[in-house]
């Protein structure tokens, strides 16, 4: 069964502290991974998109990683702001060109001055 | 700046009313979607629309329609509204790259409430 695992469900950290979320997936045949970041009321925004030869990609003070062999990836956020806190949702989509995306449910980040 | 937009942020219907929730794209996006997202379920797909007049069920279509009469605009139904349609809607579109780089951008969402 296509699935996307997030852990953790629920995160605090201090600003200024990095934290990194992690992203499970059992997704075939893949195509590529999405972050995207959802503030509380709005539609999700994307942080990065990273195809199968890709393992890192940063936007900013996000930087995702991907492992293809262990269907893998993390989001680190460094240095945090109060502005990020949000959920992080991570997208696994099927074969390109397909309008198949396994989302997962999110990480809800809060982020304390 | 692209955009995605929803008719309403808000929406409070009667359970039995007939609920129109529009969406419009201003980048000629081919494919248009329609998500809900519900606490701990993450977003599920209602309906998809890869062209004009053209439509697919997603995974939970039931009690639920959809219209494309222009590529920009993609129409979500609910014929006769029940209270466990109250969730956020979600509206989304993306083109048909090559590459796997179809991003889909999504719009603000509308939180429906149904009594």
């Known amino acids: 069964k296509n699935q996307v695992e997030q852990s953790p469900q629920s995160l605090i950290i201090l600003e200024g502290k990095n934290c990194t979320l992690q992203c499970n997936y059992t997704v075939s045949p893949f195509s590529n991974l999405r972050w995207y970041k959802q503030d509380t009321g709005r539609g999700p925004v994307s942080l990065t998109i990273m195809t199968f030869s890709e393992n890192t990609k940063s936007n900013g003070r996000y930087t995702a990683t991907l492992d293809a062999d262990t269907k893998q990836s993390s989001l680190h956020i460094t240095a945090s702001q109060l502005s990020d806190s949000a959920s992080y949702i991570c997208v696994v989509s099927l074969t390109s060109g397909t309008y198949k995306y396994i989302f997962g449910t999110g990480t809800r980040l809060k982020v304390l001055a | 700046d692209v955009k995605v937009t929803q008719s309403s942020r808000y929406l409070v219907k009667r359970t039995g009313e007939k609920v129109f929730l529009e969406c419009v794209q201003d980048m000629d996006h081919e494919n248009m979607f329609w998500y809900r997202q519900d606490p701990g379920l993450g977003l599920r797909l209602i309906y998809f629309?890869?062209?004009?007049?053209?439509?697919e069920k997603g995974d939970i279509p039931e009690g639920y329609s959809v219209s494309r009469e222009k590529k920009e605009r993609f129409s979500l139904i609910l014929e006769s509204a029940s209270t466990n349609q109250t969730s956020m809607y979600l509206c989304?579109?993306?083109?048909?790259?090559?590459?796997?780089?179809?991003?889909?951008?999504f719009g603000p969402g509308t939180r429906l409430t149904v009594l």
């Open positions: 989304a579109s993306s083109s048909q790259l090559a590459g796997g780089r179809n991003e889909q951008f």
């Open positions: 629309s890869y062209d004009v007049k053209m439509k």
